[in-house]
């Protein structure tokens, strides 16, 4: 079974890559923000926009899986672990 990964900064703020496994609205006041855009080409591919986290765009993916599973890899090596300000 895959891992969730949770970063709790010092200030208590957490942040994860949603998952639906874990119900966040249980553990108090919430704010979840989209981390990117996976989205077909003209062609029929895929990519994965992160942008709305800084990020690159990925791809072309041939399939729309493989521009998701960029996108979690991407997420948890570049934004999950980045230092909070």
């Known amino acids: ?5 949770l970063v ?10 949603f998952d639906d496994r874990l119900d966040v ?5 919430i704010a979840i ?3 990117s855009h996976v989205e077909p080409t003209l062609d029929g591919q895929w990519t994965a926009d992160l ?3 800084d990020g690159p765009t990925l791809g072309p993916f041939d ?8 996108e979690v890899t991407w997420l948890q090596q570049n934004w999950l672990t980045r230092s909070r300000g």
């Open 51 to 53: 942008s709305p986290v």
């Open 25 to 29: 609205r249980s553990v108090g006041c």
């Open 1 to 5: 079974m895959k891992t969730i990964d």
């Open 63 to 70: 399939k729309r899986s493989e521009a998701l599973a960029a």
């Open 33 to 35: 923000r989209r981390g």
């Open 8 to 17: 709790v900064a010092t200030n208590g703020e957490t942040q994860m890559i």
